[in-house]
């Protein structure tokens, strides 16, 4: 996932807005479970309607560069080892990630669709710049429906997930930070939850966690895809540090709790929008 792909030009215009501060997170929200996942997890599985009808793949997902909001998902359709397909985007709220029951390291992507629904899905290329227009032509395939109605200011924005992993992160006077390694994901609330950064020496030369409330991605004047964060370079040293191979915990609500205590912000499930409760709703309408 380490391709670049032109972002939006959109995103340009938002610039590098000054993050909001938020209350830390109190003890009593590390007993709520949320389901974490690398992108990398995510992307790349076979998409399952209740007939056991595969529908495609995952092949990436719109996210709201600036909020981390899962809007879409691009799902790979047709073809043969990549050739011949098409690219047809589904709303995210449709899509159910669900771990398999023999392999704690594996999950499952599980739909209401049918196959004739993401046939009649828009079509898209790869890297391809989405604005308002994508939401007006998902509402009139799928209807409207608050599990994917816009809630941001001004206009849409949508970043692939495959452009914002590898971004390099810098502060607000562009200083390297280090680089985006992975994305977090939670599904069930869909949002990235947290990026996983290699930090540069003066940084702390480690991988940190940073919760995507404290950044946002954006074009620099060389139209490169770069992560800005109001975070100083030298609060990242004593940041806590993401282990890959202790999984259980990076991915537990005590981790994600704890990111929260040392940046000064709420970790995402206080946030109404990715609450859960309007996935579900949109699910079970089908």
Sequence with gaps: MKTYQPLL???VALGCQSLAQSAAPTAKDATVAHALYPSGKIVG???RNDS????GEIGDLLVDPNTGEIRYAVLEVGGFLGLGEDKRVVPWSFIQIVPDEKDA???HARTTLKEEQVKAAPKCKAGQVFDVELDR??????GKNDAWLFEGKGQPAFAWISQMDGAALKDPSSKDIGTVKELIVAPANSCVAYVVVDTTKEAGDKDVA??????????DKNDQIVARTTV?????????EYDAKDWKRMSSPAYVTELGTYYGCDPFWKNARFAGAKKTKAADRE
Excluded: C, D, Q, S
Aim: no cysteine; net charge positive; proline share 8%.
């Design 9 to 11: 030009a959109a995103i």
């Design 137 to 142: 032509r998902i509402e009139a395939t799928f």
């Design 232 to 240: 100083e370079p030298a609060r990242f040293v004593a940041a806590p």
């Design 210 to 219: 940073l919760p995507f409330g404290k950044m946002n991605f954006l074009l």
């Design 52 to 55: 056991e009808k595969n529908l």
């Design 45 to 47: 599985l076979n998409l």
């Design 105 to 107: 390291g594996k999950a």
